[in-house]
């Protein structure tokens, strides 16, 4: 049995618990919290809830740790301050950190001799495995990504974050146009705000600068900055009412060109459709502990992302049953 620990109990903290449970080959050893441990139920009986501080006294007694924080304020120092423990695995999203947040984690993992897998999700993860598939088997053609519509947890968290702010909901919309456009194959040209907009839904806490606020999410760089971002501040009635799902989605579209003269054009897309983003991307990270788990266990030290991981280990199942069922 692989043995895991959950770093955060959120959302994302609680589906990695669910998938832990339908998962036959792994147990949930232990969740970590900054919170007073007495105050946060989990879903698993007899499973203890400690606190963050004392982590390094589980240090022989985990596998893996999943770290369940936010990309905007917890995984840049949780990462890499983890990773001096115990083998992990991140949802690290902001696409244009991931190079430096990458290198500070990689240092740290392989000075404490463990292994860390950053940015697994569905994307990035899954949506960027897709996009390297593409590149590689139609080259010389163009990537699409389209996300939504649906609750960026991401976006939402780095709207929370903001001082002011009791609760917030983004939601990541594809402009359809555009949609249509990629799908025809006609590789149009397309800026960030041609291809999505965002909306925002935010409570403000009493006495809050609502004017204040919306400017520094709509100027939040690499998350609002670059689009069309709508922010709407409603009640904490509205948004308990309208607002407390977790659906989301999305497209790869990669097109080209093959032939002497290039004469046939392709189409490669994938896409989701998930009720709950959480629940979802916490089954890809217990999918890439497993492999963590086996790389680790073949000697590989330092920082991997997805495109690093061979495919059969992320799955429970033996080379000669994947063979024989999937191949």
Not at 229 to 238: G, K, L
Request: with cysteine.
């Amino acid at each position: 049995m692989i043995k895991i620990g959950i770093a955060g109990y959120g959302n994302l903290g609680r589906g990695v618990e669910c998938a832990i449970k339908n998962t036959p080959d792994m147990e949930l050893i232990a969740v970590f919290t900054r919170r007073d441990p007495a105050s946060v139920q989990i879903l698993t009986k007899d499973i203890p809830v400690v606190s963050s501080d004392l982590s390094i006294q589980w240090k022989d007694k985990i596998d893996v740790m999943i770290l369940c924080g936010g990309s905007a304020t917890d995984l840049p120092t949780a990462t890499p301050a983890f990773v001096e423990m115990f083998n992990v695995v991140d949802s690290f999203d902001n696409h244009a950190k991931i190079p430096a947040h990458f290198s500070n984690v990689d240092a740290a993992a392989k000075k404490h001799a463990h292994l860390a897998l950053i940015a697994a999700g569905w994307d990035p993860g899954l949506f960027s495995v897709n996009r390297l598939y593409g590149n590689v088997f139609l080259p010389g053609g163009k990537d699409y990504t389209f996300w939504g519509k649906g609750v960026s947890q991401g976006h939402s968290d780095a709207i929370r974050r903001i001082d002011g702010v009791k609760n917030a909901k983004q939601y990541t919309i594809p402009v359809q146009s555009a949609l249509h456009s990629v799908r025809s194959g006609s590789d149009p040209e397309l800026t960030t705000d041609q291809k999505h907009t965002r909306e925002c839904f935010v409570v403000l806490e009493k006495g809050a600068n609502a004017s204040a606020i919306k400017h520094q999410i709509k100027t939040m760089p690499n998350y609002f900055a670059d689009y069309n971002t709508t922010v709407h501040f409603i009640s904490e009635e509205e948004f308990s009412k309208n607002h407390t799902g977790m659906a989301h989605g999305g497209f790869v579209i990669r097109s080209g060109r093959t032939g002497v003269n290039k004469e046939h054009s392709h189409i490669i897309e994938y896409n989701l459709k998930l009720d709950s983003n959480p629940e979802f991307t916490a089954s890809v990270l217990v999918a890439y502990a497993r492999a963590v788990y086996r790389m680790a266990n073949e000697g590989i030290h330092g920082c991997k992302t997805v495109l690093d991981v061979p495919p059969s280990y992320l799955s429970e199942k033996s080379g000669d049953e994947l063979r024989a069922t999937l191949l």
